[in-house]
């Protein structure tokens, strides 16, 4: 790690619907890695386990509720301004429509068709455990 970086810590949450589907987010145009997808989450606030973390970020950017399951990854990325550990959590959809409320665009996509969208270069590592299990 590079010290003189700022550095995160960022929960993030694989959603399974209940026909194997996976929602992803399309980052606002404009904003850091505007128009990339990813998979919804976000900073790992203090006082917070990684699960809290998640739930809340999922309630506020989506308007769902879900169940944190099982650890998948953690990831270590450095980009040229910051640096990041994803911790990437399996979960499950439980009630709500999801919102598009902090993003472009929402999507439930299938395991095969992530490959057709553009996710920043911290994720490649993430996609490559989906498609693995
Ligand atoms: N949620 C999520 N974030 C990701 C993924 N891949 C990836 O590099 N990131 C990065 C983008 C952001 O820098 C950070 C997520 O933090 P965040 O959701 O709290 O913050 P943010 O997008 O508002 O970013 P910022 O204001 O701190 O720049 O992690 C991913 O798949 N999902
Ligand atoms: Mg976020």
Redesign the pocket.
């Known amino acids: 790690m590079n010290s003189t970086l700022p550095y995160?810590r960022?929960?993030?949450?694989i959603i399974w619907d209940r026909v194997g589907q996976i929602l992803?987010?399309k980052?606002k145009a404009g904003?850091?890695?505007g128009g990339?997808?990813?998979?919804?989450?976000?900073?790992i606030e203090a006082g917070e386990t990684v699960a809290e973390c998640i739930v809340r970020?999922i309630r506020e950017?989506l308007g769902i509720e879900i169940r944190v399951g099982e650890h998948l990854i953690s990831?270590d990325?450095t980009?040229p301004n910051?640096q990041?550990t994803?911790i990437?959590h399996h979960c499950h959809h439980i009630s709500g429509t999801p919102q598009p409320i902090?993003s472009d665009e929402i999507r439930w996509v299938s395991v095969s068709e992530l490959d057709n969208y553009r996710?920043?270069?911290?994720?490649v590592e993430?996609i490559n455990a989906v498609r693995a299990i």
Do not use: T
């Not at 960022?10 to 949450?13: D, E, K």
């Not at 996710?119 to 994720?123: E, I, K, L």
């Open positions: 995160k960022i929960g993030v949450a992803i987010d980052r904003g850091s890695m990339l997808w990813e998979f919804p989450g976000g900073k970020e950017e990831i990325h980009y910051f990041l994803l990437v902090e996710f920043p270069a911290a994720n993430i």
